[in-house]
């Protein structure tokens, strides 16, 4: 049960951090399928991937604030239900195409984002003992790196033609929402017994 949580935890991180950087490499694509000249529209463009630092600034406080007194299952059902409606707010937005739509997509997805990256310490002090807590978040940040060098290279690779990036788009829909959902039933705050008496 604790390891299928901390997975449900590191899927929903990668499939965030997926999201983040989904328009980092494709700029002449975007402006393609958005009907944008590049050079003029650079700055909206880049300011896809750009608003994710932004929000993380911005709601680190209130996120801890309610980490600190909802608990950890309530902010992780909150942030899939949010990265779940983000996520098809962007395949409309890509499908019609309507680049504000798309960045309101995408800024929402942000909302949920901080409190994935900050809470790896309260899944692996919840559920893991002493000795089992730094593999924890080790396999966060691993995961972490991975995603966040993997991205960049590959979805250039993936994503071609506007096609490709509907698909794309559809495909971290659908898997977010399957995450999300999984993490709606079966996420807990912590486990039935403690795992050490500390």
Request: aromatic share 14%.
């Amino acid at each position: 049960k604790r390891w299928f949580t901390l997975l449900l935890f590191i899927a929903m991180n990668a499939i965030d951090l997926s999201i983040a950087q989904t328009f980092t490499p494709l700029g002449l694509l975007v402006a393609k399928n958005f009907h944008l000249t590049y050079v003029t529209h650079e700055f909206p463009i880049f300011s896809l991937s750009l608003v994710y630092y932004v929000t993380e600034l911005v709601l680190l406080i209130p996120w801890m604030y309610l980490l600190q007194y909802q608990g950890l299952r309530f902010c992780i059902v909150l942030c899939a239900l949010i990265q779940i409606v983000a996520s098809w707010v962007r395949v409309v937005s890509v499908a019609s195409p309507h680049f504000w739509l798309l960045l309101f997509g995408q800024s929402l997805a942000s909302v949920g984002s901080p409190v994935l990256h900050f809470s790896v310490t309260k899944v692996a002090i919840a559920w893991f003992g002493e000795r089992e807590r730094g593999t924890v978040i080790a396999l966060n940040a691993v995961n972490s790196f991975i995603i966040l060098s993997f991205n960049p290279l590959a979805i250039p690779h993936l994503v071609k033609t506007t096609h490709n990036l509907e698909t794309y788009i559809l495909v971290q829909a659908i898997v977010m929402t399957v995450i999300g959902i999984l993490a709606l039933m079966f996420f807990r705050g912590h486990p039935p017994v403690p795992p050490t008496l500390s």
